[in-house]
């Protein structure tokens, strides 16, 4: 059984930093796009940052500049570095995979078969 578990998220104020991390169990996703998305109450989820199987990174733009997605593949674990963060980054994230391997990451959930549960993130101002 496939599972991603997200752990890392929690509250921190405005300007501070908190590292997400995505670890697999039940399959290895070192060959497959992820992404982290978020969704806040009464918004659509969105995709954050995705990383390509190849190792190519994509941002949302207000992402740009303040969080980095990296993997590692021996652990079979992704990550969300994310630094100065802002109240509006206020969300759940989320951990997804691509169920294909050799892709590329998508901007739209529909494009990923697995996902975490969620960790929220909370920003205060």
């Known amino acids: 059984q496939v599972q991603l578990v997200e752990s890392g998220g929690g509250l921190v104020q405005a300007g501070g930093s908190l590292r997400l991390s995505c670890a697999a169990s039940?399959?290895?996703?070192?060959?497959?796009?992820m992404g982290w998305f978020r969704q806040a109450p009464g918004k659509e989820r969105e995709l954050v940052a995705g990383?390509?199987?190849?190792?190519?990174?994509t941002y949302y733009d207000s992402a740009k500049g303040r969080f980095t997605i990296s993997r590692d593949t021996a652990k079979n674990t992704v990550y969300l570095q994310m630094i100065s963060l802002k109240p509006e980054d206020t969300a759940v994230y989320y951990c997804?995979?691509?169920?294909?391997?050799?892709?590329?990451?998508?901007?739209?959930?529909?494009?990923?078969?697995?996902w975490g549960q969620g960790t929220q993130v909370t920003v205060s101002s």
């Open positions: 997804a995979a691509d169920g294909q391997p050799y892709g590329i990451a998508s901007m739209l959930a529909i494009a990923y078969e697995y």
């Open positions: 039940g399959r290895t996703f070192s060959n497959h796009a």
């Open positions: 990383i390509n199987w190849g190792g190519g990174r």
